[in-house]
């Protein structure tokens, strides 16, 4: 098998992406790389990072190896939980201070940073629509966030997700009231809820 057929494998098993390194492993060099994907007419989407042409981008998990340490937060994450039904008109990600957010920034994405030892609190894994794992926080997180940065984020999106989490039987109070403890938002959070429960 050529290096060229090795590399058609490749992109056909990871859906028409590829990443330098992901051929790097292969044992295929830069340079016969380059000629690939100059040969396939690969599009660079990001650093190391070539789509084909006729691929359909998961833009989540392209994100996602973009910014490997970013969690899926704030709306994104709610799309996740089902708690919208209105689609972000941008990504939400959580980083930890000190994280250089600027070029993110400029591509749109909607940043939000936070004390490292906050940071771990509630991650989980979730699929994409496209079936890749990614990070997102978990539902009683995401309620914690939304009330922290309520200014930033639109009214019917914040009470809609409120109510709809209320209503989930899947939902954990006591998870929610502890993680509130830590983020400092347990006095509001607790008005909400007794409107809502």
Not at 51 to 59: I, K, L, P, R, Y
Request: aromatic residues 10%; proline residues 3%.
């Amino acid at each position: 098998m050529t290096q060229f057929e090795q590399m058609d494998l490749l992109l056909e098993e990871h859906s028409g992406m590829l990443r330098t390194a992901q051929v790097i492993a292969a044992g295929i060099s830069k340079p016969i790389f380059y000629n690939y994907i100059k040969a396939k007419k690969l599009e660079k989407v990001a650093h190391g990072i070539y789509v084909s042409e006729d691929a359909w981008v998961d833009a989540i998990f392209l994100l996602h190896l973009r910014c490997g340490q970013a969690v899926f937060s704030h709306e994104t994450a709610l799309l996740f939980h089902d708690l919208t039904d209105r689609e972000p008109s941008s990504y939400s990600i959580t980083v930890k201070r000190g994280y250089s957010p600027s070029r993110l920034k400029a591509d749109g994405i909607s940043v939000y940073t936070i004390k490292p030892e906050l940071y771990e609190i509630g991650i989980m894994t979730a699929q994409t629509q496209f079936g890749h794992s990614v990070p997102v926080y978990d539902m009683e997180r995401t309620i914690c966030d939304l009330i922290r940065c309520r200014s930033n984020i639109e009214i019917q999106t914040f009470q809609g997700a409120l109510k709809q989490y209320a209503h989930r039987k899947d939902k954990n109070l006591r998870t929610l009231m502890r993680y509130a403890g830590m983020f400092r938002v347990e006095k509001i959070l607790r008005q909400y809820l007794e409107v809502l429960l």
